[in-house]
């Protein structure tokens, strides 16, 4: 199973960009398909998920301004990032999970400045 994440970028404050988890395999296979972030210097730190049934979960801190969402015909899951702060500033992680196993696409690095 191979993750490409793609879609990073500089962004101003306030803004929006719209990350891509594209799956080498059926999106729909995964158990959940979930994005994480990691700032300079912390922790990688979980954002949202979306289950295999379609449901969507979020971290407190980007509920309500980013959006978990798929697209089976394209193997893709999306993250729909909207009003942007400079704490969003990190590397960008897409992570699937099918049975036992998880896996990892590479980052994509997202910059919030001016």
């Known amino acids: 199973v191979q993750l490409q994440a793609s879609g990073g970028g500089l962004v101003q404050p306030g803004g929006s960009l719209r990350l891509s988890c594209a799956a080498s395999?059926?999106?729909?296979?995964?158990?959940?398909v979930a994005w994480y972030r990691q700032a300079p210097g912390k922790q990688r730190d979980w954002v949202a998920r979306?289950?295999?049934?379609?449901?969507?979960e979020y971290a407190a801190s980007v509920k309500g301004r980013f959006t978990i969402s798929r697209n089976g015909a394209k193997n893709s899951v999306y993250l729909q990032m909207n009003s942007l702060s400079p704490e969003g500033t990190a590397a960008y992680f897409c992570?699937?999970?099918?049975?036992?196993?998880?896996?990892w696409g590479q980052g994509t690095l997202v910059t919030v400045s001016s």
């Open positions: 992570n699937a999970a099918k049975g036992s196993s998880t896996y």
């Open positions: 979306i289950i295999g049934g379609g449901t969507t």
């Open positions: 395999g059926s999106i729909l296979s995964f158990k959940a």
